[in-house]
């Protein structure tokens, strides 16, 4: 690093109740910023609509998983059973999907819960060891009991002074600067 | 009208006492201080009682694992098998602890559909105790096979083709039951660890040392609680929580399939499957109350699981120990009413033939034992309900000892008549899945949040932006 001032990466504001965040949250989406986010330490109810989400696409993931194992199992079961090597036992038909269909099902359900895992932390882009969040000894009590709103610099609406006074005055927030290495 | 004034703020009259629920943490305990009651059970040092719980369970898991070996290397001769009762204990073992685990998916998933709240101070100890619980109930079936090899090879459990390039043949429930136990093991995993990220996030910011601190990081994938997070994570929870819900009712259902779908009077019925299923939930609440009641007394959780949780679990011990003292009286009206004289055979011989001692031991445990619940004042009796609970454990083993060995021990013909004793490698290698499950048990008790801390934070006032104790100034 040759320079002793490092990159901001934006502005942490620390709250204290639920109710700050929510009102700071809706008003951050009012004024139109984009690259933003509250950090909490459980889910708070309505607070998506407050950010203004859109709702989440973690279903079509779940979705996929589910067809796939569906089609997995009927078509392994009538390749092993019917195709690959027809075995007639108790003079029962080689193939139905009756008799695959326990299996099927299950299979149905392995691959949603995986697609729905990993679906989600794909959104989420999760694993993610690195966050110049981390580097705030403050932020540490996100898991714990205070609530945080940060604005990254990144967002075409922001402005050192300007997003500092609006977090400041607007919301009413102890308000720290975060930095990149 | 209660008001003709021209005042704007509208006075909603307070409900009546009786209505009020009772808060789901007591003493209106704040969001720090439920971080510090949970996470400090496993940040500090173990009591004194842990090791030599722990030291006793580590012996007979090790135990179970020695007679396992003796079973592998001699033969299954070494359990009490005979050749009516193909099936005894071992079976029996695998369906009780298969069933115990139902009331952690229960919790976790079914309540969570019915939007329940209570279930977050008790669903992360019970989706523990599914997942150690379905361990231990793997061995049996997997051990009971004798060469075991064959059948963790391909061709028997596994779909690749044997020797003789034969599949596995899917129209036996036995092979659906290896599907649907592992998908459920599988499962019931993922949900837990998905419900756990958070909170490893939390003991990751709390920890101090390097080894915590570097592991708690590692496994809670860098969370931050952004709510862009949230929402995606909510939304996984909750189709985690639709999906496990058919799972586990489709679980047990398919270990009944084991039984219904063969032609032994006392198994034929088709009523097994939700009578399992009641059966099941009915185990693993009375498991779950059998851990949960110390639990929360040792460790002064007593304001989070509280006596309305107990209370509420009494009921489902209620109304599931209906259900199965129902299903009990069914199959007995069938096999009288269904006219075959085997089948109504083998319910007398359950009744009052050679193991009559284990079918009345079964209804005095699973029949009566229930209705105490009918009066409040023994829900809430602690000391009264753990042992209620500990008479529901015995009484669903026996339930599982009797439907497989009385239906087995007497075929069509007396000349295949027999009778089972347990050998003491039976004995000691059940006991020793305690010692496994245990061992498991003190280990989470000894690493991870045995509540869930997110969860528990959310259902808490505070947790409300629209309430006076989350911050809201004003009417909205």
């Known amino acids: 690093m040759n320079s002793n001032r490092s990159k901001p990466h934006g502005l942490l504001a620390e709250f204290h109740t639920a109710a700050d965040i929510f009102e700071a949250a809706m008003r951050c989406r009012d004024a139109g910023f984009t690259q933003w986010d509250v950090y909490t330490p459980f889910p708070i109810h309505g607070m998506d609509e407050a950010m203004g989400l859109r709702k989440s696409p973690v279903g079509w993931f779940t979705f996929c998983g589910g067809f796939t194992g569906f089609f997995t199992g009927m078509t392994m079961i009538w390749y092993m059973n019917k195709f690959d090597y027809p075995l007639v036992v108790g003079g029962k038909p080689l193939f139905t999907p009756l008799y695959?269909?326990?299996?099927?099902?299950?299979?149905?359900?392995?691959?949603?819960?995986?697609?729905?895992?990993?679906?989600?932390?794909?959104?989420n882009q999760l694993p993610k060891f690195y966050n110049p969040l981390f580097k705030n000894e403050r932020f540490k009590k996100s898991t714990d009991d205070r609530f945080f709103l940060c604005i990254e610099a990144t967002d075409p609406k922001f402005g050192m002074d300007v997003t500092r006074t609006f977090l400041t005055e607007k919301c009413h927030a102890a308000v720290v600067e975060l930095v990149e290495d | 009208m209660a008001s003709s004034g021209k005042s704007a703020v509208v006075k909603a009259p307070e409900p009546p006492a009786e209505l009020v629920r009772e808060s789901l943490v007591l003493n209106n305990r704040s969001l720090g201080w439920i971080t510090n009651a949970i996470a400090g059970v496993c940040e500090k040092p173990m009591p004194m009682w842990w090791w030599p719980a722990f030291i006793v369970?580590?012996?007979?898991?090790?135990?179970?694992?020695?007679?396992?070996?003796y079973l592998v290397s001699t033969g299954v001769g070494v359990w009490g098998l005979n050749h009516p009762a193909a099936w005894a204990w071992d079976i029996t073992n695998f369906v009780f602890w298969i069933g115990i685990g139902h009331a952690g998916t229960l919790i976790s998933a079914v309540l969570f559909l019915l939007r329940q709240k209570w279930r977050?101070?008790?669903?992360?100890?019970?989706?523990?105790?599914?997942?150690?619980?379905?361990?231990?109930?793997?061995?049996?079936?997997v051990f009971h096979t004798g060469r075991v090899w064959f059948a963790l090879l391909p061709g028997y459990l596994l779909p690749a083709p044997n020797a003789n390039a034969i599949w596995p043949q899917f129209r036996s429930p036995?092979?659906?039951?290896?599907?649907?136990?592992?998908?459920?093991?599988?499962?019931?995993?993922l949900f837990w660890y998905v419900g756990l990220i958070p909170d490893l996030a939390t003991l990751r910011d709390r920890s101090?040392?390097?080894?915590?601190?570097?592991?708690?990081?590692?496994?809670?994938?860098?969370?931050?609680?952004?709510?862009?997070?949230?929402?995606?994570?909510?939304k996984a929870y909750l189709l985690l929580a639709g999906l496990s819900t058919p799972l586990v009712l489709s679980v047990h259902s398919i270990v009944s399939f084991d039984f219904a779908v063969s032609v032994v009077p006392g198994w034929h019925t088709t009523i097994f499957p939700p009578y399992f299923v009641a059966g099941a939930i009915f185990s693993g609440f009375g498991m779950v109350l059998t851990l949960l009641i110390p639990l929360r007394s040792l460790f002064k959780l007593e304001d989070i699981v509280t006596l309305r949780h107990v209370d509420l679990m009494c009921k489902v011990l209620l109304a599931t120990g209906s259900i199965v003292g129902y299903a009990y009286g069914m199959e007995f009206f069938i096999a009288w009413y269904g006219g075959s004289p085997y089948e109504?055979?083998?319910?007398?011989?359950?009744?009052?033939?050679?193991?009559?001692?284990?079918?009345?031991?079964?209804?005095?445990?699973?029949?009566i034992s229930p209705h105490f619940f009918w009066f409040k004042k023994l829900r809430t009796s602690v000391v009264f309900v753990w042992i209620v609970s500990i008479f529901v454990n015995i009484g669903m083993w026996f339930e599982r000892f009797v439907i497989i060995v009385t239906s087995l021990h007497r075929d069509y013909l007396p000349s295949s008549w027999g009778y089972f004793t347990p050998s003491w490698v039976d004995i000691m290698t059940f006991a020793g899945s305690f010692g496994l499950f245990m061992t498991l048990f003190l280990l989470f008790i000894r690493f991870l949040p045995v509540i869930a801390i997110s969860e528990v934070k959310g259902v808490t006032p505070q947790a409300d932006p629209h309430h006076p104790l989350g911050g809201a100034k004003g009417h909205h």
């Open chain 2, 174 to 189: 036995l092979l659906w039951d290896v599907f649907a136990v592992s998908t459920y093991g599988t499962v019931s995993l």
């Open chain 2, 57 to 69: 369970s580590v012996g007979g898991m090790l135990t179970m694992f020695a007679l396992i070996a």
């Open chain 2, 208 to 234: 101090k040392g390097v080894m915590r601190r570097f592991f708690y990081g590692l496994f809670s994938l860098g969370w931050t609680g952004s709510n862009r997070h949230w929402s995606n994570y909510e």
């Open chain 1, 100 to 123: 695959a269909f326990p299996v099927s099902y299950e299979m149905t359900i392995l691959l949603s819960a995986f697609g729905t895992l990993f679906g989600m932390f794909f959104l």
């Open chain 2, 120 to 141: 977050t101070s008790v669903n992360r100890a019970a989706e523990a105790m599914t997942i150690f619980a379905v361990a231990c109930a793997g061995i049996f079936p």
């Open chain 2, 344 to 367: 109504l055979y083998a319910f007398k011989n359950r009744a009052f033939g050679p193991y009559w001692w284990s079918y009345w031991a079964m209804i005095s445990c699973n029949v």
